[in-house]
């Protein structure tokens, strides 16, 4: 007789959003099962190749909602929440750094390298675990995504990202 490890709440909290994000036309970024304070928190971050919109969030929300009360899989009250990875997504899985290969990203290391622990730079490799960055003046840089305390897409907010055309009454 073979014994079954019992899944994590993550994995059944997946496993139960697959089919309703394949028929939504939607991808799992990210789930997440945590505590704050004395809260707990079921996030689903959910995205698609043309960006989510409310709708989808909302409409994935309801969906798995239903799901997640028929089953029952979560012993402790929780509150769920559905939302997008955002433009600085936080890269956790293999396949993120595949996906976001040549983007530039936002990395913290753990600990500093020549007194420094925040860079950006282009991912440029990724390979069993093993990040690659172009820095700036053509520097590259490798580290193992266990040295990093996080790793985001980078968005430099500009003031052109924010320009807005005033109405002068003209």
């Given at each position: 007789?073979?014994?079954r490890?019992?899944?994590?709440?993550?994995?059944v909290?997946a496993?139960l959003?697959?089919?309703?994000l394949?028929?939504?036309?939607?991808?799992?970024?990210?789930?997440?099962?945590?505590?704050?304070?004395s809260?707990?928190?079921?996030?689903?971050?959910?995205?698609?190749?043309?960006?989510v919109?409310i709708?989808?969030?909302?409409?994935?929300?309801?969906?798995?909602d239903k799901?997640?009360?028929?089953?029952d899989?979560?012993?402790?009250?929780?509150?769920l929440?559905?939302?997008s990875?955002?433009i600085?997504?936080?890269l956790?899985?293999?396949?993120?750094y595949?996906?976001?290969?040549g983007?530039?990203?936002?990395?913290r290391?753990?600990?500093p390298v020549?007194?420094v622990?925040?860079?950006v730079?282009?991912l440029?490799?990724?390979?069993?675990?093993?990040?690659t960055?172009l820095l700036?003046?053509?520097?590259?840089?490798?580290?193992?995504r266990?040295?990093?305390?996080?790793?985001r897409?980078?968005?430099?907010?500009?003031?052109?990202?924010?320009?807005i055309?005033?109405?002068?009454?003209?």
């Open positions: 007789m073979a014994l490890k019992k899944e994590s709440t993550i994995e909290a496993r959003a697959q089919p309703l394949e028929e939504l036309g939607l991808v799992l970024w990210d789930l997440r099962f945590e505590k704050e304070g809260l707990w928190y079921l996030r689903y971050f959910i995205d698609k190749e043309e960006g919109t709708d989808d969030c909302e409409r994935f929300s309801r969906a798995i799901r997640l009360d028929a089953a899989p979560i012993d402790q009250s929780y509150t929440e559905v939302s990875p955002g600085e997504r936080e956790t899985k293999d396949w993120h595949e996906a976001c290969m983007l530039e990203l936002s990395v290391l753990i600990r020549d007194g622990r925040d860079f730079g282009t440029t490799g990724y390979r069993d675990g093993a990040v960055l700036p003046e053509d520097v590259e840089m490798t580290f193992q266990g040295e990093a305390s996080h790793v897409v980078y968005n430099d907010y500009t003031q052109e990202d924010f320009d055309e005033e109405d002068r009454g003209e």
